[in-house]
């Protein structure tokens, strides 16, 4: 039987961003420890790994929701069959990536290129928004190497939004290069136009619309949201990722305590357990908390611990327990 989806465009409020390598289901898991309301991404997961590949590309865990599904790909047929699989696993939101401008990505016909081609990614949204009852949203850029213009970008969001149906969009507030430049470089050299994606919200105010691109307080959040419908957080909640901890109460305004560091930690325990029991290696998951104590007396203790041991074969849960030993517990933390 297919989970109930109970996910409303109100998680989008603030997000994780999709992060290549990075938002992994066990990194997804550590985050929602830290936050029980914003939204989860996977990775970005290609059509074609999912239809053809070798391995399960949808397993999540049920704790993560609310999740998206970040989707790769510009074959409408295609995209409608991952878009069905998905919601029949279960995932909350279908986002159809057109902002990665890495050259894999261009090769394949997908990602930033596709903003030069507002009616194929019409075509995606309306043939996955077809078959799913889930929300299916586009994350993109402000533009494309020299077809930058604020009319360009109006152009693209009016035709996906009217003729694909779209009704939410995530914007990095950057135009991508799509030769030239790597990945990291075009999170980093375009420059940030957070107005642009204001202005989007005021002209298409009957949509929902998302910031992402260079947000690293929950301050800056905050005051993007005065603005805009949502806020995407991307390398900043992976490398410093307590700032997650209090994402309920400042964005959502929920009354819970905030948990401390080494609360989390211990919360990871019977997760790591599960996990190494079924096969996995413990470094696969202790990456993702290696900046849990970022700034913190013991910090470097911790990271330095748990990188040196939890490779080795047979490492178990008393790695992470001697690097949480490492941080000076009479700080409360």
Known sequence: MKPENTHTFAANRFSIAPMLDWTDRHCRFFHRLLTNEALLYTEMVTTGAIIHGKGDFLAYNQEEHPVALQLGGSNPQDLAQCAKLAEQRGYDEINLNVGCPSDRVQNGRFGACLMAEPQLVADCVAAMREVVDIPVTVKTRIGIDDQDSYQFLTDFVSIVAEKGGCEQFTIHARKAWLSGLSPKQNREIPPLDYPRAYQLKKDFSHLNIAINGGVK????????????????????????????????????????????????????????EQQLSQGAYLGHITRHMLGLFQNMPGARQWRRYISENAHKPGSGIEVVQTALAKIPQELGV
Do not use: W
């Not at 307080?217 to 209090?246: F, W």
């Open 217 to 272: 307080t929950l301050q800056e959040s905050q005051e993007h949201l005065v603005h805009l419908d949502g806020v995407m957080m991307g390398r900043e909640a992976y490398q410093n990722p307590y700032i997650l901890a209090q994402v309920d109460q400042l964005i959502f305004g929920a009354d819970s305590p905030i948990k401390k560091r080494s609360q989390v930690v211990e919360e990871m325990y019977p997760y790591i």
